[in-house]
């Protein structure tokens, strides 16, 4: 779920800054993918880290004409840059489960 999350907001910003920046996208295909051992999470191994890592996001553009490999490469890093959950992922904000009632 975390890497669906990650993707989705990682293509709709794409789509967001590529508007901002007048590029001429038809299309955008985006994948999230990263390491996960169960072992932490289940209680098996409790040395084993829990979560997800190393994670990489990789967006494929689709464009309908030419466009500046320099501009392709700014829309990747405005992407990583104002992608709300990659970036609560790189800084991650102080959590807090409690319980209701």
Same mark, same amino acid.
């Given at each position: ?5 990650? #993707? +989705?907001? #990682? =293509? ?5 800054? $590529?508007?901002?920046? +007048?590029?001429?996208?038809? /299309? $955008?295909? !985006?994948? #999230?993918? =990263?390491?996960?051992? +169960?072992? =932490?999470? %289940? =209680?098996?191994?409790?040395? #084993?880290?829990? /979560? ?8 494929? !553009? ?7 490999? +320099? $501009?392709?490469?700014? %829309? ?9 959950? /990659?970036?609560? %992922? ?12």
């Amino acid at each position: 779920m975390l890497l669906e999350a990650l #993707a +989705a907001c #990682a =293509g709709v910003t794409c789509r967001s800054v $590529a508007t901002a920046m +007048a590029l001429p996208i038809t /299309g $955008a295909e !985006v994948e #999230a993918t =990263g390491t996960f051992d +169960a072992t =932490g999470t %289940l =209680g098996i191994d409790r040395t #084993a880290d829990v /979560g997800i890592s190393p994670i990489t996001v990789t967006i494929t !553009v689709t464009t309908s004409s030419d466009v500046d490999p +320099a $501009a392709l490469t700014k %829309l990747a890093d405005l992407t990583e840059r104002y992608c709300v959950v /990659g970036q609560s %992922l790189r800084h991650p904000p102080a959590i807090r489960v409690v319980r209701a009632g």
